[in-house]
């Protein structure tokens, strides 16, 4: 058998090792080599070398210091911040929610850099740019993947990309047509389950449409990867929306007089229908104010594929865009020096006149990715908040604390805590 000598101390020669021995350690510390390698170039090159490229053209930001990137200094800004609760009636809710984005904005500019871990993740909050980013239809910006976490939690049209995403939002968008979602109320299934059926009928009128090839529909596994983002994506956020409207109202009493004189003389004590419900104005603006002012998903994130130019800049790839959507709605620039006062009459023209600048008002996206529920979404809301309105006077409870924070969506910290005076008339 074929053996080397490895040499010990001097004069001592060691028991020597078979050959295949060698080449093994030897090929394991190259591969340790190789991983450490990757691991610095992962960890600490790559970092310096994207946040160099941007610094050279001018994006300021904090400094990428360690793989924790910001998040000691989030966690720090976000203990302060979470330390009081706000006024009641003040909605300048960005520097208790999002302390992390509100100081560096301020600190270093519209676009700024922060770090997430070893990823430089850029802050966009000029309208014309996130427009920009959102509309955009070459695939230059993703969105962030999760991997196979991201089939535990929904897999659904909302993580598609490609043909697949294309192919998904062809069949469900037509699950929430105009005539649909009128029958469903009229039905009274505009319930979350009933999504479901919504969403059988408009695959199999799809597969139809195609020869009755089953084939060209979505799959009973993907089929459940869109409930489970439905459901996700469709309780909460519109649950938060009608909590917050509820606090608003309870902080403007006088515009909750007026939501209220409109809803009784649109449906008396009727059940809201869907015509009716189109036609409310008083409700919609206030709607409105309460995403603008308390956006339920306060920022949206994508990811460059590619090295991309944006607003004078080129981004490497691998950088994260964070579009702050609730900083945007706060911005006096964009809507004027009364931007964090409760003023739903700045709505009365509708949502692009609402803004100084073209479109600024993003509660439920833009272009191609835009929430494709947003009709529902805010049928939902008017319906319930009418049905509220049409019972109940409300009040906060004394124990209410004003305390919006943003864990994954825009919540009040410590519960939303009400008091419903049933209205004399209501049955
Ligand atoms: C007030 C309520 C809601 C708000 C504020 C809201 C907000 C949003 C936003 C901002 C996006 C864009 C995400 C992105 O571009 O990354 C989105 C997408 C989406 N939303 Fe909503 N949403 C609401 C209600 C709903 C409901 C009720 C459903 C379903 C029942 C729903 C289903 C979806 C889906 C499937 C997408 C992904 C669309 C795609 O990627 O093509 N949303 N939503």
């Known amino acids: 058998m074929a053996t ?9 020669v060691s028991p020597s090792l078979p050959v295949s021995t060698t080449m093994m350690m030897l090929s394991l510390s190259a591969l340790l080599v190789c991983c450490a390698v990757y691991a610095v170039e992962w960890a600490w090159w790559r970092p310096r070398r994207q946040g160099r490229v941007l610094r050279s053209q001018g994006v300021g930001g904090t400094t990428y210091c360690s793989l924790a990137g910001d998040a000691p200094l989030s966690e720090r800004l976000e203990r302060v911040a979470r330390s009081r609760p706000l006024p009641l009636g003040c909605h300048d809710v960005v520097p208790r929610a999002m302390p992390l984005f509100y100081q560096t904005v301020k600190q270093h500019g519209k676009t700024s850099i922060t770090w997430f871990g070893p990823v430089p993740r850029v802050t966009i909050t000029k309208p014309q740019l996130v427009r920009e980013v959102l509309s955009n239809k070459l695939g230059h910006f993703g969105k962030l993947k999760l991997g196979r976490l991201q089939r535990r939690l929904h897999n659904g049209v909302g993580s598609h990309e490609g043909e697949k995403w294309a192919k998904h939002r062809r069949i469900i968008n037509p699950a929430f047509h105009q005539e649909k979602l009128k029958n469903a109320l009229r039905t009274g299934k505009a319930a979350c389950d009933d999504l479901l059926g919504l969403l059988l009928e408009s695959n199999m009128e799809h597969c139809k449409g195609n020869g009755g090839d089953s084939g060209t529909g979505i799959t009973t596994d993907d089929l459940i990867g869109e ?12 649950s938060v929306l009608l909590t917050w409207t509820m606090v608003v109202l309870c902080m403007h009493p006088e515009w909750q007089e007026r939501a209220r004189d409109e809803v009784i003389h649109a449906f008396g004590d ?14 919609t603006m206030v709607l409105y104010e309460v995403l603008r002012l308390y956006t339920p998903l306060t920022a949206l994130h994508r990811r460059t594929e590619t090295s991309t130019e944006l607003g004078g800049v080129r981004y490497p790839a691998g950088v994260v865009l964070t579009l702050p959507l609730l900083c945007v709605h706060h911005d006096k ?27 600024a008002f993003f509660p439920f996206g833009w272009g191609p990715r835009t929430c494709l529920a947003q009709n529902f979404a805010l049928l939902e809301a008017k319906m319930g908040i009418s049905m509220i309105l049409q019972r109940f006077v409300i009040e906060l409870s004394p124990a209410y604390s004003h305390a919006p924070v943003s864990v994954g969506l825009l919540k009040p910290e410590h519960g939303a805590q009400v008091r419903l005076k049933r209205l004399p008339r209501a049955s």
């Open 227 to 238: 409930c489970k983002l439905f459901y996700v994506a469709g309780m909460e956020t519109t």
């Open 333 to 359: 620039d964009v809507w004027g020096p009364d931007a964090d006062e409760f003023r739903p009459e700045r709505f009365a023209e509708g949502v692009f006149r609402a803004s100084r600048d073209a479109p």
């Open 270 to 283: 009727r059940t809201p229908e869907y015509d009716g419900l189109s036609r409310l104005r008083i409700v």
């Open 4 to 12: 080397t000598n490895v040499v010990g101390s001097p004069g001592e």
